[in-house]
T-cell receptor
Framework: KAGVTQTPRYLIKTRGQQVTLSCSPISGHRSVSWYQQTPGQGLQFLFEYFSETQRNKGNFPGRFSGRQFSNSRSEMNVSTLELGDSALYLC???????????????FGQGTRLTVV | GENVEQHPSTLSVQEGDSAVIKCTYSDSASNYFPWYKQELGKRPQLIIDIRSNVGEKKDQRIAVTLNKTAKHFSLHITETQPEDSAVYFCAASRGEDSNYQLIWGAGTKLIIKP
């Protein structure tokens, strides 16, 4: 079974630009979460999607947005990039069947975004 | 909302010794507590988890204990080896309502000294 796939792996953007990152979850997983990871800051939760609906949202500005498609693939978008947005962006999928049973989150390799 | 605090931020132990990482949580309704290990340059991976209906769980050299009254849980690694060097994250969540979300600790960098 293929794991969680994130594309691209590396990205360099200029301040003020926008960027779109993609995440393909494990087949059958309907929950996809996005995290920002910076040195010393751990895993900062961005948002979670389930069945094409945003179910939870972290404390990030509106420049960060996302969506999920009917095949559970998810994208996140960051507009008007700032230098501080440089980070590793991780997505994780889980087999959440809607029964409110906590299950393991499987992470992708991440997209390393550098804003210059 | 839930808050998870993790200590220490860095832990250095001699190879062969034990390591203990502690997390406290604020939401008494939390019922699921996973631990993830992230090796340098790699993705976080689940190493062990515990649910609120048990107080301890073991898997070879790794164990997790949960004290629901005090609202804290700990990761114990015995007979540490060089490959245990990594960043460890704890998390907590509750699954009974629509706001299910993993709340993460800030991470502990574990260094195993040869």
């Amino acid at each position: 079974k293929a794991g969680v796939t994130q594309t691209p792996r590396y990205l360099i953007k200029t301040r003020g630009q926008q960027v779109t990152l993609s995440c393909s979850p494990i087949s059958g997983h309907r929950s996809v979460s996005w995290y920002q990871q910076t040195p010393g800051q751990g895993l900062q939760f961005l948002f979670e999607y389930f069945s094409e609906t945003q179910r939870n949202k972290g404390n990030f500005p509106g420049r960060f947005s996302g969506r999920q498609f009917s095949n559970s693939r998810s994208e996140m978008n960051v507009s008007t990039l700032e230098l501080g947005d440089s980070a590793l962006y991780l997505c994780a999928s889980s087999l959440d069947e809607g029964f409110r049973v906590n299950t393991e989150a499987f992470f992708g390799q991440g997209t390393r975004l550098t804003v210059v | 909302g839930e808050n998870v605090e993790q200590h220490p931020s860095t832990l250095s132990v001699q190879e062969g010794d034990s390591a203990v990482i502690k997390c406290t949580y604020s939401d008494s309704a939390s019922n699921y507590f996973p631990w993830y290990k992230q090796e340098l340059g790699k993705r976080p991976q689940l190493i062990i988890d515990i649910r609120s209906n048990v107080g301890e769980k073991k898997d070879q050299r790794i164990a997790v204990t949960l004290n629901k009254t005090a609202k804290h849980f700990s990761l114990h690694i015995t007979e540490t080896q060089p490959e245990d060097s990594a960043v460890y994250f704890c998390a907590a969540s509750r699954g009974e309502d629509s706001n299910y979300q993993l709340i993460w600790g800030a991470g502990t960098k574990l260094i195993i000294k040869p």
